[in-house]
Every structure is written in C-alpha cells, then in structure tokens.
C-alpha cells in the first residue's frame, strides 16, 4: 500500500510540474478568446460556461465587491454568433460570439467576445474580450463603464469607470473615473488613467515576461 501510495505521489508531483511550466498554463483571456470554437451544443450550456470565465477573469482583476458583483451579475438572455463580420444596431443582454471583426451600435449589459477587430459606437456595463483593437465611441454613457480586454489597442473616445485591461496600449480623450490593468502605453487629452500591474491574463504576455 505504502509503495502504490509513493507511486500515485510521484505521478501527482509529476503532473503539477507540468502544468506549472510557461508553455502549458492556461489563462483565462486565451481560454474566452477560444469560446467561439469552443462553444457547446446549446445556448445554455455557452451562456453557463462563458459566465464561468468571466467569474474568473474579474477575480484575476481583484475588483471591489460592488464593482465586482455588477459584472458578475450581466446574465445574458440569448447567444448571438455570426461567422462573417458581425454587425448589429442594439443588442442587450446577450452573448455575443464573433468569428472575426464586429461592429455594434448599441451594447449593453451584454459579453462580447471578439477574435477579431471591435467596434462599439454606445457601450455600458459589458464584458468585452477581443483578440484584436478595440474602438469605442462611448463608454459608459448608458450604464456603468464596461471591463474591456484586449490583446491589441484600446481606444475610446468618452470612457466613464471604464476598466482596461490592453499590452498594447489604451488612448482616451476623455476618461472619468477610469483604471487600466497590464497597460503600460496608456494616453488621455483629459483625465488620469491609473494602472495596476497583475498576473497575466495572456500567454503571450507571460512569454514575453514585459510588465508595465
């Protein structure tokens, strides 16, 4: 029993060390961003799975409970995907699965996930995860200010307790109330944008072990 025991031990220890190295970890961005191939059969069952990451993707920011549970509460009513580039008028309350590009005109209280480039003319209270740049006319204007992950540039033009979380840069010209995550490139005509250095959400960034 003792030997078995010893065996099971060294194969768990095993097992740890290589899901500890760099190359095999996982990060919740890279897993959202994979949501549109990933998705299960039912509108149900993605809503289910695409909430669980964000749970973990906000608590990854280390948000303030209010802030936190206003996030956590967006619970979409409906999935949208669309394989060409996705174009919509209003949308809220939903899923939205992107295979590529997506331009919204009005998003609220909606998870929006993007592996190509996005762009939000009206955008309040959503959680925005894309590969590419992000480009959003008005954040915040119609709810609270949206969590906007991006791989790319982030670029905003009215940002009001806007959180960003962009390595490659977020500029705004007006920016109220906002704080960005990983962003070391961060510009504004009017308003301070702080900055708040955590665990990678990418692998890419791991990779490239550059911090803000």
């Not at 977020?170 to 960005?180: C, D, W």
């Amino acid at each position: 029993m003792s030997t078995l025991r010893g065996h099971v031990h060294a194969v768990s220890t095993v097992l740890l060390a290589v899901l500890l190295l760099p190359g095999c970890a996982t990060y919740v961005g890279d897993r959202l961003l994979k949501l549109p191939r990933d998705a299960a059969a039912t509108d149900a069952d993605v809503i289910e799975q695409t909430r669980a990451r964000v749970r973990e993707l906000v608590e990854s920011l280390g948000l303030p409970g209010e802030r936190a549970a206003k996030l956590l509460e967006i619970a979409p009513t409906g999935v949208i995907r669309d394989t060409q580039p996705l174009k919509s008028e209003f949308i809220d309350r939903q899923l939205v699965l992107a295979e590529g590009d997506a331009d919204i005109a009005f998003a609220s209280n909606c998870i929006i996930i993007a592996p190509g480039i996005l762009h939000v003319s009206h955008s309040g209270n959503n959680v925005i995860v894309a590969d590419g740049d992000v480009d959003i006319s008005h954040d915040g204007s119609l709810a609270q200010g949206s969590l906007v992950v991006s791989r790319g540039r982030v670029t905003i033009g009215h940002a009001a307790d806007t959180l960003v979380y962009a390595p490659g840069g977020v500029e705004i010209s007006h920016a109220n109330g906002v704080r960005a995550f990983n962003t070391p490139d961060r510009q504004s005509s009017w308003g301070e944008i702080d900055n708040l250095t955590i665990k990678p959400l990418f692998r890419e960034e791991a990779r490239s072990g550059t911090r803000p």
